[in-house]
C-alpha cells in the first residue's frame, strides 16, 4: 500500500511535462529565467522577478549559502546539481512560489528551516546521500503531500514537518531512532505513520493535533526483549487530538510509562491493547477519549464468549491509575481494580461506569483536601448496578468500605440491596461488620479507621435505602 502510493505519485510528478523541461534540459548560462551561483561563491546573478523563474545552480558547486534564496517569491523550481554536498540554514526559507526541488545523490545535509514556509512545494524526493536534516526543515510546508526519507537518516529533529497540512503518508526510515518535538504537529491530513524500526524515541507532541490519522503500523518486539535493542519512549502529548484513530495493537509494543496526555482527545478511539511491558498511564494519558471501550491486553478475545468477566478497563499490570488518566471517558461501562494505587479523579467524567469491581484493599492517592478530609469519590457514576469487591469481611479494609464503596453508594443507593461480595454479603453487613471490629480494637485502632460520627452516617444511609435488611444484622450485635 505503501509503496503504490507513492509510485503512484512519482509516476505523475516524472511525466509532468514542466518537470521534464526544467530537470531533463542542460543548464543555459544565457536563459534569463535563471539564477546562477559559482563555486562556493557569496555572489549572486540575479535573475528577472517573474512567475516563471528557476533557480539553477552552477555545476562544482559545492555548498548552498545561508539564507542565499531566502523570500525569493517568484521562484517556482530549484535545479540543484550533483556537486553540492551541504545545504545551510534558511536557503530557501519564504520561497512560497517554489513548487518542484531536485535535490541530488551526493548531497549530505540539509540545514535549519531550509525550506521553511515554501508554501507551494508540493513534491520532495530526499536522497539516500542525506544523513542529516535540521530542525524545521520543512515547516510550514503547506502543500506538500509526499515525502520520501532517506534511508540512512537517524533523527527527524524537531518541528521538521510542523504544519504540512497536507502530507497524507510518512515511512519512517528503519535507522530513524528518534523523532523530535513537534516533528509532525498539524499535519491534519496525514492518515498513516509506519514505524519499522521497534526502540523509537518519540518526543513529545510529536503528532498531536493529527487529526485524520487513522492508522499507525508498529513493528514487533518479539517474544523477549533484544537486551542491545532498548525500550520504546514515547513523550508527553505525543497522539493529542488524533481523534480518526480507532483501535490500537500495542501488544508487542513496549513501552514502559505513557506520558502525560499521550492519547488526549482521541475521541474516536474505542478500543488499546497495551503490551504486558507498561507499567504506568501518567495524567490524562487517555482523558477525552470518550468512545473508549475496552482497555486491557491481548486476552481480550479469551473472555468473548463470557461477558461476566469481561471489563472496558482491565489492567492488572499497571502500577496505577493516575489523576484524569480516564476522565471524560464516557462510554466506559466498566472497570476492575486490583492491587494498585488510584487517585480520585482517574475516572471523572465516566458516567455510564455500571459495573465496578474492586480488590480488598485499595490505595488512594491525592485523596485529601486542603482541610485534611478524605475525598474518595473516585468512580462519577449514578449508574452502578452491579458492585464486586473480590474479597470477604475480615480481608476487606476499613478504607475500602468507608470512603471508596460508600461514596459508590451514595450516587447509587439501590447497590444496599444487592450483594457485592463473594460470599453474598451486602454493603450494610460489611459496614456494621467492621464496626464491631472497631469496637473490639479500640484500643489500637487502624491508622484509616475512621472516626464514629462517620461510620453511623454511613449506617444511617444504608438503613435508610434498605431498611427490610435491618433483620439480618443480629448476627453482629
Not at 508554501?119 to 515547516?139: C, D, G, Q, R, W
Not at 510529536?206 to 514487533?220: K, N, V
Not at 450483594?419 to 454479603?425: E, V, Y
Amino acid at each position: 500500500m505503501v509503496l503504490r502510493f507513492y509510485k503512484q505519485i512519482f509516476v505523475n510528478f516524472s511525466t509532468d511535462k514542466q518537470y521534464k523541461e526544467i530537470f531533463q534540459d542542460p543548464i543555459q548560462d544565457t536563459c534569463t529565467n535563471i539564477i546562477m551561483e559559482s563555486d562556493d561563491s557569496d555572489s549572486i546573478t540575479p535573475a528577472p522577478r517573474n512567475s516563471s523563474s528557476t533557480i539553477k545552480i552552477r555545476q562544482g558547486c559545492k555548498r548552498i549559502a545561508k539564507c542565499r534564496y531566502e523570500n525569493f517569491d517568484q521562484a517556482r523550481f530549484v535545479k540543484i546539481p550533483d556537486s553540492v554536498e551541504r545545504i545551510f540554514d534558511y536557503a530557501f526559507k519564504g520561497c512560497s512560489s517554489l513548487r518542484t526541488v531536485y535535490l541530488p545523490e551526493g548531497l549530505l545535509t540539509i540545514g535549519f528551516g531550509c525550506f521553511q514556509e515554501c508554501t507551494n512545494l508540493t513534491m520532495l524526493h530526499i536522497p539516500n546521500s542525506v544523513y542529516k536534516i535540521k530542525e524545521e526543515a520543512f515547516k510550514g510546508c503547506a502543500s506538500l503531500c509526499a515525502v520520501i526519507l532517506p534511508a540512512q537518516l537517524q533523527r527527524i529533529p524537531d518541528r521538521c514537518f510542523f504544519q504540512c497540512s497536507k502530507l497524507q503518508l510518512v515511512v519512517i526510515p528503519p535507522r530513524v531512532r528518534k523523532i523530535g518535538m513537534h516533528a509532525f504537529f498539524g499535519c491534519s491530513n496525514l492518515k498513516q505513520v509506519n514505524f519499522p524500526t521497534n526502540d523509537l524515541i518519540i518526543e513529545r507532541n510529536c503528532f498531536d493535533d493529527c487529526s485524520r490519522l487513522e492508522r499507525i503500523d508498529l513493528c514487533s518486539y518479539g517474544t523477549h526483549l533484544d537486551e542491545d535493542i532498548s525500550i520504546p519512549y514515547w513523550g508527553e502529548d505525543i497522539f493529542y487530538s488524533c481523534y480518526s484513530l480507532v483501535e490500537l495493537d500495542l501488544s508487542h509494543y513496549p513501552v514502559h510509562t505513557f506520558k502525560e496526555s499521550c492519547f488526549n482527545g482521541c475521541n474516536g478511539l474505542e478500543k488499546v491493547i497495551l503490551s504486558t511491558e507498561t507499567r504506568e498511564l501518567m495524567n490524562d494519558c487517555f482523558s477525552n477519549c470518550s468512545s473508549l471501550k475496552q482497555i486491557g491486553y491481548g486476552s481480550f478475545s479469551d473472555i468473548e464468549d463470557n461477558p461476566e468477566d469481561k471489563f472496558g478497563v482491565d489492567l492488572d499490570g499497571i502500577d496505577g491509575f493516575s489523576s484524569m488518566v480516564f476522565g471524560g471517558c464516557s462510554n466506559l461501562e466498566s472497570v476492575i481494580v486490583h492491587n494498585q494505587f488510584i487517585m480520585s479523579r482517574a475516572f471523572l467524567g465516566c458516567h455510564k461506569l455500571n459495573k465496578i469491581s474492586l480488590p480488598g484493599d485499595i490505595n488512594s492517592w491525592d485523596n485529601e483536601d486542603i482541610y485534611g478530609n478524605k475525598i474518595c469519590d473516585i468512580f462519577d457514576s449514578d449508574n452502578v448496578d452491579k458492585l464486586i469487591v473480590r474479597s470477604n469481611l475480615e480481608n476487606i479494609s476499613y478504607y475500602m468500605v468507608y470512603y471508596v464503596m460508600y461514596k459508590i453508594i451514595l450516587r447509587n443507593p439501590g447497590l444496599c440491596a444487592k450483594s457485592c461480595t463473594p460470599t453474598g454479603l451486602h454493603p450494610i453487613e460489611l459496614a456494621i461488620g467492621k464496626l464491631g471490629v472497631i469496637n473490639r480494637r479500640k484500643s489500637n485502632p487502624k491508622k484509616d479507621t475512621p472516626d464514629e460520627l462517620w461510620i453511623y452516617n454511613v449506617i444511617y444511609h444504608y438503613l435508610r435505602n434498605a431498611p427490610w435488611m435491618i433483620f439480618k444484622m443480629k448476627c453482629f450485635h
